[in-house]
Nanobody, 113 residues
Framework: QVQLVESGGGLVQPGGSLRLSCAASGFTFSNYGMRWYRQPPGKERELVAGISAAGGSATYADSVKGRFTISRDNAKNMVYLQMSSLRAEGTAVYYC??????WGQGTQVTVSS
């Protein structure tokens, strides 16, 4: 069945970096664009970044431009989110999403000193 499994979350200090990974299975990964969303405590889920099926095009929320990088490896069925210069407002559950409608279970990122 279609499955997305995130990993790489954790506690990081402000200004630090973290790389999230999402392993996809159960569908033809290279056919679908992928996205990362996040949901801060008490707030709605928001789009963070997206990448095209072939990986040639990426888009970002204004709040993360220049600090976050989305990438994918179609040979490994993986999508990544490299996060740098993290801020306290980056504390959230981060979700992987496939354009075929599948969601991962989320991974917690906490930015705190």
């Amino acid at each position: 069945q279609v499955q997305l499994v995130e990993s790489g979350g954790g506690l990081v200090q402000p200004g630090g970096s973290l790389r999230l990974s999402c392993a996809a299975s159960g569908f033809t990964f290279s056919n679908y664009g992928m996205r990362w969303y996040r949901q801060p405590p008490g707030k709605e889920r928001e789009l963070v970044a997206g990448i095209s099926a072939a990986g040639g095009s990426a888009t970002y929320a204004d709040s993360v431009k220049g600090r976050f990088t989305i990438s994918r490896d179609n040979a490994k069925n993986m999508v990544y989110l490299q996060m740098s210069s993290l801020r306290a407002e980056g504390t959230a559950v981060y979700y992987c999403y496939s354009r075929n409608g599948a969601w991962g279970q989320g991974t917690q990122v906490t930015v705190s000193s």
